[in-house]
């Protein structure tokens, strides 16, 4: 059971809307188009976002977010008049400034180990367990995902890893065939 205090921040969190009302394209809008997400899956991420924050102030601790999460929180932050004059200040009641890494190895673990506890206050705070789709484990979050690029689809042809399985197979097969013929 969150605490009066908690309940209250977590009521302006759900209340507050980031962007202007009467804008052509919403922040959700906006968080889809440049991440290539679905509406739906773009006011998830945002959704969860509202939770980071919330885990920020709450948590007793440093807090990580995912990889989709940061992406709504990157995109907040050029909000940057709402952000620091309105979220922080009226919704938050308190700074949050986001800290990338420094790099190296030392750096990596701690990432990896504040996020390890992002979890752990996440399933404490919401009694749930985190949706996987918008926060990886933490394996998956500092050795898969670090690997991710973000690109741009119009500078050239890309292909799935799933694509290119079956095309190598049916280069294969058509390679097999050919040479049963001759």
């Known amino acids: ?3 009066p205090a908690d309940a209250a921040l ?3 969190l759900a209340d507050h809307s980031i962007g202007p009302a009467d804008a052509s394209l919403s922040f959700a809008a906006r ?3 440049e991440n290539r997400w679905t509406d739906a899956h773009a006011k998830r ?11 920020a102030v709450t948590a007793g601790h440093e807090v990580t977010p995912s990889d989709a999460v940061d992406q709504a929180w990157h995109l907040h932050l ?16 308190a700074e949050l400034h986001h800290g990338p890494t420094r790099g190296g190895t030392a750096e990596r673990d701690r990432f990896y180990r504040q996020y390890a506890a992002t979890l ?4 404490t705070a919401f009694g749930e367990t985190p949706p996987a789709d918008i926060w990886p484990a933490a394996q998956r979050r500092f050795a898969v995902d670090l690997r ?19 095309l190598g197979l049916l280069l294969l097969a058509g390679g097999w065939l050919a040479g049963r013929m001759m």
């Open 1 to 3: 059971m969150p605490s």
């Open 120 to 123: 752990a206050a996440y399933e």
């Open 148 to 166: 991710g690029v973000r690109v741009n689809f119009s500078d050239g042809i890309f292909v799935t890893r799933r694509v290119a399985l079956a």
């Open 45 to 55: 991420v945002i959704g969860e976002y509202r939770r980071f924050c919330y885990l």
């Open 31 to 33: 968080l889809a188009r």
């Open 10 to 12: 977590w009521q302006r």
């Open 78 to 93: 050029t909000y940057s008049r709402d952000y620091w004059q309105v979220f922080c200040p009226e919704v938050l009641r």
